[in-house]
C-alpha cells in the first residue's frame, strides 16, 4: 500500500489475464449449453423413436401407430415433426418448417432451432414435458393455434390476433388463442401448436407419418418396446433417446463443436498472455523495490523473510485482481453475447449459462499465476546483497546467454519443421496420416516457435531497435534517439511486452486467413459462376444445394413461384435449383442437386470438358474431383433412380465442370428426374435465377420481382452479390464471435503496454527530472514516451503477423483434404493490422506519456 499506483497497475495485471480467461471460460460453456439444450429438451420423456429405413419412402403408417398404441408397455405415442433434437428421418427436407407472421404481417425471425409445429395432445398424452399455459386456451378448432410465450412477444403477437402461417404445401390464416412456455423454448424456437387432427392434415400425407416418439409406462422396458417394433416392422427404425441424438447432431452440432475448439484455444492463449503480463509486472516491480530490500537486509532482515513476504504480496493481489478479472469478464461476455443476439441469425439467442468452473479456475489462475510470476523476484531479491541492491534496476538487467539463445534457435527450426510437416505431409509409405494427427503437428510447431520468440525475445528487441526502430526514429532526431536507446535499457522487459502483441496481432492474422479461405471455399466462385442478375432465395437460410441438409430449416418455394414469375412483366428465363431424393451412381447422398431449365443461360460452371445439359434431353453433370475419383467422363453413362429405390434409368454424362460448392459434386437435371420421381412434393426449391428480357432496368426487374413474389412470403429478392454474401452469413458470424474475442485480445494488449510504460515512466522519475532540468520539453517528453511505444508495436506486430500468417497457412494447407479452398492471403486486412499497431502504440502511449512530461524537475532529482 506504500505506492498505491504501483499497486493498481500490479493488480491490473492480474485483471487482465483473468478477464480474458474467465470470459472465454463463460462463452464456451454458454455455446455448449446452448446446443446441448436444443438437443435434451427435444428428447425430454421419449423412450423410443420411430422413423422410417432409407428404403421405405412414405414413413411410419398410419396402421403401424395404431398398432403401437395398443402395446400393453406404451402409454402414448405422439406423431412430430423435425423439430430440435426429434428423430430426423423426413423424406422431404424441411417438410415441417414454417413462416408465422408477426403483428406486421412480416416472417418472423426465429433463432438456430427454425419454426415448427407441433399438435396440442390432450392432459396425459403427451410423450414429452406438457407444455404450460400461460394465456388463453389451447387450440380446440382447425382455425385456432398457440405460438410459445417468446415468440409471441418478439412478434408483438396478442390473442385474437389473425396470424399467416406457410407450410411447406400452402398458406393458411388462424388465430391466436394462447400461449404457452414449453422445454423446447431455447435458442430463439418458435413453435405453433395445432389441434392433433389439423396436425396431421397439415404435416402428413394422410396415411404415414414421417417419425413418431414413443413413451412407456412406468417399469416398462424401453428396450423391449423398441426391439419388438423392430422386428416386426423391418421397414422402420426404432431409435432410442441417445441414438437419437445421433441422429439430429449434424452441421450445427459440428460448427459449435468447431467453436468450442476455437474459445477452447483462446482460454489456453489466455493463460499464457495473462501469466506473460503477471510476470512481467512482477519482475519490474520488484526489480524498483531492491533499494527498499537492500535497507531491510542491511538491519537484519533475512532472505527467506524478504522472499516470504513478496510471495504473500502475490497471493493478495492476485486474489484482489482474480475476484475484479472474474466480475469484468462475466460482464465483458454479457455485452459481448447481448450484441451478438441483437445481430446473430443462425447462431443467435445464446443463453449465458453459469458454472463454478468458469468462475473458480480463473481465480486459481490468478493467484497461481501470480505466485509464480513473483518467485523468481523475489528469489533474486532476497540474495542480493546490500550494496549491489542499491543499483538502477536496468544495470542488474541480463543479457541473453549464449545457452539460452542456441536452446532459441533449435526450439525455431523444430517448430517450424513439424508446422511444415502438418501442412504439406499427408502421407509416409502409403501410410496417410489423419487431419487431427497433422493439426497436433501444427499445434505443437506453435508451441515450439513461441517459447523459441519469448526465449529470443530480448535479443530480437535489441535487432529491431537497432535497425528499423533507428530507422523509424530518424525523423524525430534526439528524441526519437531517446526513445530508441529507452527500448534498450531493459530488453527483456521490452521483449515481454511487445510479446502480448505479438500474440493478439498473430491471433487476429491466423484467424484473417482461416476466415478468407473459409469463405473462398463456400463461395469463392461464386460471383462469376451466376450469370443471372437476381436469384430468389428462401427464407429460413440459405442452404448449399451441393451439401447434405444438415438439419436445414429453409423453407422449400413451391412451383407456383416459378411459374408466376416467369409470367411477369419483364422476366425472361427462369431457372430453378433445387435438390431432389434421387441417387446417382450409387452415390450414398440423400439428397442431390437438380436443375430445372437451360443450365448455360443461368450459370457458368467453368465446363472442362462436354457441355452444360439443356432442359429437355435428360443429363448428369459431375465435377472434376468426381470424375478423377470414379473415372468417368463426357459420355459415359450413370444410373439416376429415386433414393433407396433399385429402379432407375441410365443417362449420360453431357459435361465436368471445375469445382464450385453452389451445385456440389454432381447435378443432374429435371428432365431426367421427372422420369423417376412422380410427386412435385418431393422437389426442395432453393433458389429461382430470374433473366430479364431487356425490356427493363435491373433496378426496375427488382422493384417488380418484389412485388410478384410478395403474396409468397417466403420468397426473398436477391442480386447476384447479395446471394453470394447470404452464403457466407453462417460462417460470418461464427467468425464475428472469434473476432469479438479477438477484440478483448488487442485491447489486453493495449492494456499491457500501458501497464508497463507507467511502471517504467515510474523507474525512470528520477531520469525524466533531469531531462526536464537540462530543458527538454513537455511534449518532447511525451513524444519521447510515445514513440517508444509505437517501437514496442511494431516490433510485436511484425513478429505476429508473420506467426499469424505462418500458421494459418499452415492448417489451411491442412485442411485441404476436407475441401479447403487454397490459401487466401487477406493482404488488405494485413496491412491494416501493420498500420493499426502503430496507432495501438500511440494510444496505449497518451495516458502515461501525459503523466511522464508532468513530472516536476526538482521532485523528481530529490
Known sequence: MANKLRMALTVLSVVLGTAFLCGSLLLTHSLERTFSSIVDAGVEGVDVGVIAQQNNPDGVPFSVIAEIEQYPEVRAVNIIGDGPGMPSGTTMTGQSALILTDSDGNPLQAGSSGTHPLAIYPQGEWVSPEPTLIDGHFPTKPDEVVVNASAAKRGGLSLGDHLTIVTPTERIDATLSGTFESNT???????????????????????????????????????????????????????????????????????????????????????????FIIANTFAMIVAQRTGEFALLRSIGVSTFQIGFSVIMEAVFVGLIGGFIGIAVGFGVVNALVQVLNQFGDTLSSIDITYNAGSFIFPVLF??????????????????????????????????????????????????????????????????????????????????????????SGPALMVATSQTLGVAIMSPFRAVGKLAQRNTLRNPRRSATTALAVTLSVGLVACVGVIGATTRASVFGSMESTIKSPYVLDSIGGTMIPGQPAGGSRSLSMSAAVAQEIAQTRGVGKVGTLMTGSVQVNGWDNE?????????????????????????????????????????????????????????GIRVPITGIYAETNLVGHLMVNAAATNRVLTSADTYHRSQIFVNGDGSTTNEEL????????????????????????????????????????????????????????????????????????TGVQRGQIRRMITLESVILSIHGAIHGLLLGTFIGWAIVSCLRTRGMAPVEFPWTQIGLMLISAIIIGGIAALIPANRASRISPLEAIN
Open 702 to 773: 427488382r422493384d417488380i420481382l418484389v412485388d410478384a413474389v410478395a403474396p409468397f412470403l417466403i420468397v426473398q429478392v436477391k442480386s447476384k452479390d447479395e446471394f453470394r454474401g447470404s452464403l457466407g452469413t453462417q460462417i460470418n458470424q461464427l467468425l464475428g464471435i472469434i473476432y469479438g474475442l479477438l477484440a478483448l485480445a488487442v485491447i489486453i494488449a493495449v492494456l499491457g503496454i500501458v501497464n508497463t510504460l507507467f511502471l517504467s515512466i515510474s523507474e525512470r522519475t528520477r531520469e525524466i527530472g533531469i531531462l526536464r532540468a
Open 366 to 455: 490468478a493467484v497461481t499465476a501470480t505466485v509464480l510470476s513473483s518467485i523468481s523476484p523475489a528469489h533474486r531479491a532476497g540474495n542480493l546483497p546490500p550494496v549491489q541492491a542499491f543499483e538502477s534496476s536496468d544495470a542488474r538487467s541480463d543479457a541473453l546467454g549464449r545457452i539460452r539463445f542456441l536452446v532459441a534457435a533449435v526450439m525455431l527450426t523444430l517448430g517450424i519443421s513439424l508446422t511444415i510437416a502438418g501442412a504439406v505431409v499427408s502421407a509416409i509409405n502409403g501410410d496417410e496420416f489423419k487431419t487431427e494427427t497433422r493439426l497436433a503437428f501444427i499445434g505443437a510447431g506453435l508451441l515450439l516457435v513461441f517459447f523459441s520468440l519469448s526465449l
Open 591 to 647: 439428397n442431390t442437386t437438380i436443375f430445372d431449365g437451360d443450365l448455360s443461360q443461368f450459370l457458368d460452371l467453368a465446363v472442362r470438358s462436354g457441355d452444360a445439359f439443356d432442359d429437355e434431353t435428360p443429363g448428369v453433370m459431375i465435377s472434376t474431383t468426381y470424375a478423377d475419383q470414379s473415372d468417368l467422363e463426357v459420355g459415359d453413362t450413370v444410373t439416376v433412380n429415386p433414393y433407396g429405390s433399385d429402379d
Open 185 to 275: 423454448d431455447v435458442a430463439g424456437w418458435v413453435g405453433v401448436g395445432f389441434t392433433p387432427q389439423r396436425y396431421v392434415e397439415l404435416f402428413t400425407n394422410g396415411t404415414d407419418a414421417s417419425q413418431i416418439t414413443i413413451a412407456v409406462n412406468d417399469g416398462a422396458d424401453p428396450m423391449a418396446v423398441r426391439n419388438r417394433i423392430g422386428k416386426n416392422h423391418r421397414d422402420l427404425l426404432p431409435l432410442l433417446p441417445e441414438q437419437i441424438i445421433d441422429q439430429t447432431t449434424g452441421d450445427t452440432a459440428r460448427q459449435l463443436e468447431f467453436m468450442t475448439y476455437v474459445l477452447l484455444a483462446f482460454a489456453a492463449i489466455a493463460l499464457i498472455v495473462g501469466s
